[in-house]
């Protein structure tokens, strides 16, 4: 199985809510971030967090991080439709390089 | 938007044919990477190179070549196609590891009939 665990794989939320996900991984990591992708594009980098970081923030977003339960977490104040996309994580091993992302969760956003 | 190409966009190819995808960067990253994205799967690591020559495997790797002969240039081969190869294919490049992003090109999506 992937490195990368996410739920839910899916999530259907109104506008004005808050969406979050999460992202759970087995092997030590050197960072983790998150990315975005609309639909037919490729993935955008919105956050990165290093492990020896608890919590970080930007903008609408706030990630977590917690190296002892292996799990990071995708919070998405006052959504709005335009929020709608896939989000993935992705793990940075340390292995010279390798990035292993995460199945992904699908957002919906409803106006 | 980082300067990053990937070629063909769209390739349909029959099953048994050699297939190269190339990415292209302009900015000089040592870091490059091959994704395919397959629903269900998320994006999966094939190969990635972190210096002209130097590459090493990913997650699914096997049917799957790469080569980089120079720092802008990283070229994804399938020796023979098969249909569970259909898929998009992503490239992407970061500068050093564990300390930056990503980023992607926009994908070629590959058919294999």
């Known amino acids: 199985s992937q490195q990368g665990e996410e739920d839910p794989q899916a999530l259907s939320i109104q506008e004005g809510e808050n969406a979050t996900m999460n992202c759970s991984y087995k092997t030590s990591i050197n960072n983790l971030q998150w990315y975005r992708q609309n639909s037919g594009r490729g993935l955008v980098h919105l956050i990165l967090?290093?492990?020896?970081?608890r919590e970080k923030h930007s903008g609408r977003l706030r990630v977590t991080l917690d190296t002892s339960k292996k799990s990071s977490s995708l919070l998405i104040t006052a959504s709005r439709a335009a929020d709608t996309a896939s989000y993935f994580c992705a793990t940075d091993l340390n292995q010279g390089g390798k990035l292993i992302f995460g199945q992904g969760t699908e957002l919906s956003v409803k106006p | 938007d980082a300067g990053i190409t990937q070629s063909p966009r769209h390739k349909v190819t029959e099953t048994g044919t050699p297939v190269t995808l190339r990415c292209h960067q302009t900015e000089n990253h040592r870091y490059m990477y091959w994704y395919r994205q397959d629903p269900g799967h998320g994006l999966r690591l094939i190969h990635y190179s972190y210096g002209v020559k130097d590459t090493d495997k990913g997650e699914v790797s096997d049917g799957y070549s790469v080569s980089r002969s120079k720092t802008e240039d990283f070229l994804l081969t399938l020796e023979s196609a098969t249909s569970s190869q259909t898929s998009v294919y992503f490239c992407a490049i970061s500068t050093e590891t564990g300390e930056t992003e990503a980023f992607f090109g926009q994908g070629t999506r590959l058919t294999v009939v």
């Open positions: 967090i290093r492990s020896n970081e």
